[in-house]
């Protein structure tokens, strides 16, 4: 079946580089994407990869796929205060033949000041 | 500007009663969603549209009843049947894999 899988806490020191990780069990192609939800809010798109492609550099963002371990990371370098929140790593399983996202439980990104 | 918008923000509802959430898109988009999030549970599919009159159930459907009578409103009526309904509920819009979009919630408490 489809599932997509993220550990659930990360902290890291203000300045530093903060890489969070997500699995996904699927084998048809796929779009990936991270999602950002401040406290009380609704989720924000960051980023999206297809799973064709390797590596997605958006400013302080980086998105690194490995193919063959199924593994998607996010890197937000210089990570600051306003950083802080919960970080979603979602995807389309396009041989389910519709365009519904599966999301992982979520990664709380603490950063220290 | 084009959005979705959520209302209320804030919703409490007696024991037995039923409440209704509304989900307004001015996007243009087929699609419609809605999702529960309980803390450490990720977001869980209640029910979705892909067009107009025609919604299907997602993954915990029990206790909810939705309806799509326009393409931009997809209200979520909380039934007493719904034993646990205190959460934060996400509505979403989407018109290929790309144009998800979310409103910014309803968290509904139960007193």
């Known amino acids: 079946g489809e599932d997509v899988e993220q550990s659930l806490f990360l902290s890291v020191r203000e300045g530093d580089s903060s890489v969070i990780n997500c699995t996904y069990t699927?084998?048809?192609?796929?779009?990936l994407y991270w999602y950002k939800q401040e406290p009380g809010a609704g989720l924000q798109l960051l980023t999206y990869i297809f799973s064709n492609m390797d590596m997605k550099q958006d400013q302080r963002l980086t998105v690194l796929l490995n193919k063959k371990d199924k593994h998607l990371s996010l890197r937000i370098a210089d990570t600051q205060t306003g950083d802080s929140a919960i970080y979603f790593c979602a995807a389309i399983f396009l041989g389910a033949g519709s365009y519904q996202l599966t999301f992982g439980k979520g990664t709380k990104l603490s950063v220290i000041p | 500007d084009g959005g979705i918008t959520q209302s209320p923000k804030y919703l409490f509802r007696k024991e037995g009663q039923n409440v209704t959430l509304s989900c307004e898109q001015n996007?243009?988009?087929?699609?419609m969603y809605w999702y529960r999030q309980d803390p450490g549970q990720g977001l869980r599919l209640i029910y979705y549209s892909q067009i107009v009159n025609d919604f299907q159930k997602g993954d915990i459907a029990e206790g909810y009843s939705v309806s799509r009578e326009k393409k931009e409103s997809f209200p979520l009526t909380v039934t007493s049947a719904q034993k646990n309904p205190t959460a934060f509920y996400l509505c979403?819009?989407?018109?290929?894999?790309?144009?998800?979009?979310f409103g910014s919630g309803t968290r509904l408490t139960v007193v």
């Open positions: 979403a819009s989407s018109i290929d894999r790309h144009g998800y979009t």
């Open positions: 699927d084998s048809s192609s796929t779009y």
């Open positions: 996007l243009n988009h087929d699609a």
